[in-house]
């Protein structure tokens, strides 16, 4: 697993981030060359070193051979698609594009229609996001963790749109009083879509390579700098973060327990059970036991209040551990049957077809269940070093 850590240790602009992200990229011509790729000849991306704080770190500019075009969120999209960019990056810079988009009608209350219309975003932050998207295409990085982000405060608030600071909800954030901090919409948007949250603990790594990338605005000021480490997970085991949300209720329809844990496994929930227990006064009651990642919280706090008795909840951040797992189609004499096979810290491997299909099978076929998922399982480990378990 390839990871990204970013680490915003003064503002985040796009300008800083896509400096960084080229500054750790091994194939810096690829990047100088966007332009070709976008189709936009008239365009150049420059790039050079300064100091700053005793730093050494890269800074990249874009520069037009013609008058600066008013750009809107429909011409940016057509440059977008018409370009020859890979489909993976053209549709990550289309979600960060939309996260602005999408914030801005909230914020002024205008249709989609409405906004894709408005100069939003320059041409040059649209560049400095493709940057972005196209260096965690080339490392191929599976995920982006995220440091404690810090911003201007006091007076110096007034460096960040509101828009921008909408979108660093659910990260940590610390306020210095720094002038030379600022955040704009192409870096919060990129926080927002391309990571989950600020973590506690970032899971150990080997590293790849490391960037650091500084924006400096027309007077040759710094107004940001960031620092990106780029590596790989060797072990196994994947560290997750998660929120465990705990409640108790004695005034609940039983018949109801079933439908409150498919609603939370819905509203995002990676897992949700029930226990009886023995309330005050005597009276028995359940509790629930739900898990979720920070980002889902809202969702499933408010699932839980529309749909229990409940008054308040509990909650707990906590660590866990992952084995790595795939989850695939195998072919077997029943026909594709959906597989998941986990990876052993020992190097063997565990294949667990899915239960739901093993019953659709067992149904069609007229079969015990057991029968079926005894050769499936059999099927599955023939001449390999993997073992199966049923997954019920």
């Known amino acids: 697993m390839k990871i990204l850590y970013l680490d915003c240790y003064n503002g985040i602009t796009g300008g800083a981030f896509a400096s960084a992200m080229m500054d750790a990229c091994s194939n810096k011509q690829e990047i100088l060359s966007l332009p070709e790729k976008l189709l936009l000849k008239d365009l150049k991306i420059n790039?050079?070193?300064?100091?700053?704080?005793?730093?050494?770190s890269v800074f990249i500019s874009v520069t037009e051979n013609k008058e600066p075009l008013i750009t809107s969120f429909r011409y940016l999209n057509n440059i977008l698609w018409n370009s020859e960019l890979e489909t993976e990056?053209?549709?990550?810079v289309h979600r960060i594009l939309n996260r602005i988009i999408t914030e801005y009608c909230v914020l002024f209350n205008i249709s989609e229609e409405e906004a894709g219309l408005k100069s939003i975003a320059t041409l040059k932050e649209f560049v400095e996001i493709t940057v972005v998207c196209k260096v965690l295409n080339m490392m191929q990085i599976d995920k982006v963790y995220l440091s404690d982000i810090v911003i201007p405060g006091g007076l110096e608030i007034n460096?960040?749109?509101r828009a921008a600071i909408n979108m660093l909800k659910n990260r940590r954030i610390k306020t210095g009083n720094n002038?030379?901090?600022r955040i704009n919409l192409a870096g919060a948007a990129m926080i927002a879509e391309l990571t989950e949250s600020a973590v506690g603990?970032?899971?150990g790594y080997i590293l790849a390579a490391s960037g650091y990338g500084t924006e400096i605005n027309s007077s040759g000021e710094v107004i940001s700098s960031v620092r990106v480490l780029a590596g790989e997970i060797k072990n196994e085991e994947i560290n997750t973060h998660s929120l465990i949300i705990e409640f108790n209720v004695d005034d609940m329809n039983p018949q109801q327990i079933p439908y409150l844990i498919e609603r939370l496994l819905d509203s995002g929930a990676a897992d949700a059970f029930v226990a009886p227990i023995i309330m005050k006064k005597g009276r028995p009651g359940f509790l629930v036991t739900v898990t979720c990642s920070s980002l889902k919280e809202e969702q499933v706090l408010k699932t839980i209040f529309m749909e229990s008795t409940t008054i308040g909840v509990k909650k707990r951040k906590t660590d866990g551990v992952r084995l790595k797992r795939?989850?695939?189609?195998?072919?077997?004499?029943y026909g594709d049957v959906k597989v998941k096979e986990i990876f052993l810290p020992d190097g063997s491997k565990r294949i667990t077809p899915e239960y739901e299909d093993c019953v659709l099978i067992a149904k069609k076929e007229n079969l015990p269940l057991k029968i079926v998922q005894e050769k499936i399982i059999t099927e599955l480990n023939h001449d390999t070093k993997t073992f199966g378990i049923f997954n019920n």
């Open 47 to 56: 790039s050079g070193l300064v100091t700053d704080k005793d730093i050494l």
């Open 89 to 92: 990056v053209k549709e990550k």
């Open 159 to 161: 460096a960040i749109p």
């Open 179 to 181: 002038r030379a901090c």
């Open 201 to 203: 603990k970032v899971p």
């Open 326 to 333: 795939n989850i695939y189609t195998a072919a077997t004499s």
